[in-house]
């Protein structure tokens, strides 16, 4: 099946600053990467969408040059959070859809198994 | 606005029990729909997806939801509870104008007791 994983899957960091976290599809393609934030006992927020070679699409209310996406292949795409805040600790998820042949694969979408960002 | 609501917030179950976990949405056009679990510790997997056709569909470990389109309705069902089905259930949709667009319930909580 389709795999998507993320490194690290915990990071902890000072206040002030960055932080970047890699989400990899391992088995396929993937035109499109999601990032979703999680908080605790809620569900998922979708915070950008990025197709490969292009400038991500944020959500209304996310800023872009706080966090910053880069989706430079197609099997990679990378979430900076720049100058970290107490209030940027949260669940970070990313999620990927593939390229291959069937609208199946067009249409699922892929989950990582998301990073712990603490900042202190 | 599109949105999903998944009624109830923890559920709490004896093994052996039956389960129906609501999720309704509000979505214009043709929806694709989706049940994702989450064991804890671990991430998002599919459960099942409705995307045309049947509208009981089947996913694995034996759970199944049937899309009620007159009702904007997903439920997701399952005959038998075991106690690891304990996890965090979460409804989604998109639809096929906007596929990057999927919209996540707020999570239903399940814990079946031994």
């Known amino acids: 099946g389709a795999v998507v994983s993320q490194h690290p899957s915990r990071v902890i960091c000072k206040s002030g600053t960055s932080v970047k976290i890699e989400c990899r599809s391992l088995d396929f393609q993937a035109t499109t990467m999601f990032w979703y934030r999680q908080f605790p006992k809620q569900s998922l927020m979708l915070m950008a969408t990025?197709?490969?070679?292009?400038?991500?699409?944020?959500e209304q209310g996310v800023e872009k040059d706080k966090f910053l996406i880069n989706h430079a292949s197609l099997t990679l795409s990378t979430l900076t959070v720049t100058s970290a805040h107490p209030e940027d600790s949260s669940f970070y998820i990313c999620?990927?859809?593939?390229?291959?042949?069937?609208?199946?694969?067009?249409?699922?979408?892929?989950f990582g198994p998301g990073t712990r960002l603490t900042v202190t | 606005a599109q949105s999903v609501s998944q009624h109830n917030h923890h559920v709490i179950l004896s093994e052996a029990a039956s389960l129906e976990l609501g999720c309704n949405y509000s979505y214009g056009g043709t929806v694709n729909l989706f049940w994702y679990v989450q064991y804890p510790g671990q991430h998002l997997q599919l459960l099942l997806k409705?995307?045309?056709?049947?509208?009981l569909v089947k996913g694995i470990k034996g759970f199944e939801a049937e899309f009620i389109k007159s009702k904007f309705s997903f439920n997701l069902r399952k005959p038998s509870v075991q106690w690891s089905d304990t996890a965090e259930y979460f409804c989604a949709v998109n639809s096929l104008l906007k596929v990057n667009d999927m919209r996540f319930g707020a999570g239903t909580r399940l814990t079946v007791k031994p």
């Open positions: 990025s197709n490969e070679g292009s400038k991500a699409t944020y």
């Open positions: 999620s990927a859809r593939g390229k291959g042949a069937g609208d199946l694969l067009r249409l699922e979408q892929y």
């Open positions: 409705y995307f045309s056709g049947d509208p």
